[in-house]
């Protein structure tokens, strides 16, 4: 059997991707939009769906986020802002019970809290894998849309865990959206690689657990690749005003 170390490096090859550098000081209108950085699957032992062990892809993810946000709050841009959350009544099939309601898993990491009491970010908790779907109130209104209505945004900049489901599921959505004009002024969806990250099951737990294997490294990469192929930029070097952020292959 060969290594994961060495399917993931043949994966890159085979698949490749052409990472882009986002200069964020032009005049294009800029929404940052982070999804599910919540402790249920960030925090070590929150929870059933939280790393059993520190994961630095997701803690990296967790340093990447915070320096963006902060720079989009101090430049006055928007942020919207995805929590998980569940009513412990209604299950989502085929993932066991997380971010219940009044446990704390559904509430940002402690690195990211300050966004609640931000001025510049909506909070929006979702009880679905999309996002988008998420996003929809109970009079048909969707917060997304009328968040980039209201903003005037052009471009959405996405970073969140996992890349492979939730990031992947939102972007593939939101791209679809633009496309049958729903989403104007929207024109581009940029998704940070650095500010996303999955979770791992390697196989041998997954074989004692009756799990699938879920090797993060591997399936982070095509997460990535695939919201590229939809038409998503997947950059991993931000600029804002000459400030470089990010940088990792």
Not at 46 to 57: D, I, Q, T
Not at 91 to 101: F, T
Not at 223 to 249: C, K, Q, S, W
Request: aromatic share 8%; glycine share 8%; proline share 6%.
């Amino acid at each position: 059997m060969v290594p994961f170390s060495d399917f993931a490096a043949q994966l890159r090859s085979e698949l490749p991707l052409n990472y882009a550098s986002l200069d964020l000081s032009s005049s294009q209108r800029v929404g940052l939009v982070i999804i599910d950085e919540v402790n249920g699957f960030c925090t070590v032992g929150a929870g059933n769906l939280a790393p059993r062990v520190p994961s630095k892809s997701i803690s990296d993810m967790v340093v990447e986020t915070n320096i963006i946000a902060k720079k989009f709050s101090e430049r006055g841009w928007p942020i919207l802002a995805f929590l998980d959350t569940h009513e412990p009544d209604k299950p989502e099939v085929p993932y066991p019970p997380h971010c219940i309601v009044g446990t704390g898993e559904e509430n940002l990491v402690s690195d990211l809290a300050w966004l609640e009491q931000d001025e510049h970010t909506l909070v929006k908790r979702k009880d679905c894998i999309d996002a988008f779907i998420g996003a929809f109130e109970k009079d048909g209104t969707n917060v997304v849309v009328e968040w980039i209505k209201k903003h005037q945004i052009e471009m959405i900049l996405v970073v969140g865990i996992c890349t492979d489901i939730c990031v992947m599921d939102f972007v593939k959505t939101v791209l679809s959206a633009r496309n049958h004009d729903m989403l104007n002024p929207l024109k581009h969806v940029a998704v940070y690689s650095e500010g996303c990250a999955t979770y791992d099951l390697p196989v041998q737990v997954a074989r004692d657990t009756g799990g699938i294997a879920h090797p993060q490294e591997i399936f982070h990469h095509l997460g990535l690749y695939l919201v590229a192929a939809r038409g998503a930029i997947v950059v991993n070097t931000l600029h804002f005003m000459d400030e470089p952020v990010g940088g990792g292959v």
